[in-house]
Structure formats: C-alpha cells, structure tokens
C-alpha cells in the first residue's frame, strides 16, 4: 500500500507542466513546477513546514505551542493547517489589502486572524512588526510559549526550498535544465532554487521577475534599492528591501514585469490550457518567456505556478475591478 501518513507528506514533489502557448512562442521549453498543488493549496506550505521542522529541532517551539506570523496569507494558511495537524496553534496577521478569498480561506480553517492596515515595512505598525510584537506577547503568556515564524529573514525558508523545490527541478528535468526564474515575496524561492541549481550547474541562469513599484529589479541591476516605475495588483510578491533569504539568492539577470504584460498570460492559460492561475504566476511566466528571449530558443526553463486563480477571483477575473485599474479585459470575461 503507498499512503501519505499526513497532511505533511502531502507537501511537494509537485510537477513540472510544460507550458505549451509560451513554449511555442519562443523556441523554448518552459516547464511550471504545480505549487498550486500543495495541500494549502500555494508554494507556500513548504516554508510553513520548513520553519515549523527547524523550530521543532532548535526546541523553540513547544509541543501545544503557538506560531506567529506576519504574512500575505498563503504562508497562514499553509501554517494553519500544519499548526492544527501538528498540535499547535497560530495566530496570522494580514494586511486588510489581500484578496478576500483568502481572508474566507483563512476563516474557513479556523485562523486566528488579526487584519492590520497596509503600510510600509519601515512602519512599526507593517504587519511583519505586528506579529513579532505579538508573538512576544504571547510567549509570556502561554503555557507552551509561541514562537514568531519570521518567514522574510528565517533560512529554514531557503533552505527547504533549496533542499526540495530546488532539488526535484533539477531531478524533474534530469540537469537538463538551462535557466529557472520566479520573483521574490520573502525570497526563500529564489534563493533556495538558485542555490540548490547553482550547486549543481553553476552555468544555469538565473531570473528574478520583479512586478512593477518593486525595488529589486533596480537592486540586481545596479545595487540601488529604488522601486521601479508603476505598481502592482498582485499579491505575495514585490518588496523593497533585502530580506535575509533574499541575500542568498544568486540572480544573473532581473527583468521588471508589469501587470499589463502578465495579465494576459493568466487568461490565455485559463481559456486555452484549462488552467487557471493567481497573479504571481503570471508574472512568472511573463519573466520565462523574457528569459527565454534572452537566452534564445532551445533551451528548458523553469518557473513557479505560485497558487491557483479562485484566490484572486474577486480581483484578476472580475472586468470591474480590472476596468477601474486601467487593465486588459480578456473578451471572454466581459459579460
Ligand atoms: N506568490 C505568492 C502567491 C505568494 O504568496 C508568495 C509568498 N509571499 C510568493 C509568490 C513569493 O514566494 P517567496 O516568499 O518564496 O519569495
């Protein structure tokens, strides 16, 4: 019999789908490793049971503990459900900003949800700083103590993604793979795959695509944090500062992706692929073709299918909501 003990076994060896549209249109193979396929249902269930094993190991968190944790969502959600399978408990703090599927999500299993307003990160009130104040209140009050996540500068993140997501890439495409690229919400993606790449073929190139008002692009490029022109509607990614996780990341090349040229990928995906994607993966996937075109035809990249569209309904498939931010309506969609 070959059964998955738990909900943790559940977590990765996700597979890589080749993306056929975008394959075409450039001469190359481009593969998007399915992290929509987690249990959680994004990429973010490996950080969540990253963290949660190395905090076990260190003996930070004690069994009926509680995590903390600041984050755009899908890493609550991802440590909800390890936090009820495993006998702890969590408390997540989310901007009010993220989609409100994910705040029904996060209802749904039970969170201990604290919405806080969106502000910048040099605030004391970003949310990031709301859970580590939290989670210090907690652990002098709890019985078995709380322990704050710290997703952005915690390297249990990089270090699961380098030890599987990472791993599996190369294993999945037998070393035969030329360039991978994703773009950074803590980081722990693109500094655990490229590490782990790196280790094994240092000639493999390397992307980050950064959605526009992100200051990492210009940080690649030039070493100045300045955010680029525009912004972005999609969640869990863009940030403007280095994270710890971040400082790992070996990146050769950085493109600037903007909502205009991402959308349509999400749609065409959706209308002639079946498949039906959130925000960050068509910021991906528009940086693998800019790879693509880049490296020339013939050559096997790799990027990430970050969670599934119905997180974003509300926003990415409703022509109201895209109307009044000045983006592109599939035809289809317009009732
Ligand atoms: N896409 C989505 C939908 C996310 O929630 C996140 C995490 N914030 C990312 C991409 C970025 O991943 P990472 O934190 O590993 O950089």
């Not at 590490?195 to 073929?201: I, Q, T, W």
């Not at 100045?224 to 090349?253: C, K």
């Not at 909502?259 to 528009?286: M, Q, T, V, W």
Request: aromatic fraction near 6%.
């Amino acid at each position: 019999m070959h059964t998955a003990s738990d909900v943790t076994q559940l977590i990765g060896n996700t597979p890589l789908l080749h993306l056929k549209q975008v394959s075409e249109k450039t001469g190359c193979t481009i593969l998007g490793k399915a992290e929509f396929l987690n249990p959680g249902g994004s990429v973010k269930d490996r950080t969540a049971l990253g963290i949660i094993r190395a905090a076990q190991a260190s003996g930070e968190l004690q069994p009926g503990g509680r995590i903390v944790e600041g984050t755009a969502g899908n890493t609550g959600i991802g440590l909800t459900l390890l936090a009820n399978a495993m006998g702890y408990t969590s408390t997540v703090v989310m901007p009010l900003t993220q989609s409100k599927e994910k705040i029904d999500t996060l209802e749904l299993l039970g969170a201990d949800l604290r919405l806080v307003g969106a502000t910048s990160y040099s605030d004391p009130n970003h949310y990031t700083h709301t859970a580590e104040k939290l989670a210090k209140k907690f652990a002098q009050r709890e019985e078995h103590g709380a322990i704050w996540a710290r997703q952005f500068d915690n390297l249990a993140n990089m270090d699961i993604h380098c030890r599987t997501t990472g791993e599996e890439i190369w294993a999945q495409t037998e070393g035969k793979v030329d360039g991978f690229i994703c773009a950074a919400g803590t980081g722990g993606t693109i500094a655990g795959v490229s590490v782990a790449l790196k280790e094994h073929n240092p000639g493999i190139a390397i992307g980050l695509a950064d959605p526009a008002g992100a200051a990492l692009y210009e940080y690649v490029r030039s070493g100045e944090l300045t955010p680029s022109e525009g912004s972005s509607i999609m969640e869990g990614i863009g940030i403007n500062h280095i994270t710890d996780n971040f400082a790992h990341a070996q990146v050769d090349v950085a493109f600037r992706i903007s909502d205009e040229e991402a959308l349509p990928y999400i749609f065409d995906l959706l209308k002639h692929e079946g498949l039906c994607l959130g925000g960050s993966a068509g910021i991906n996937i528009a940086g693998a073709v800019r790879l693509a075109e880049h490296l020339g035809p013939g050559h096997t990249i790799v990027t990430i299918l970050c969670d599934y569209g119905n997180r974003y309904q509300s926003k990415l498939f409703n022509p109201v909501f895209l109307e009044n931010k000045g983006l592109p309506i599939p035809e289809w969609l317009v009732i």
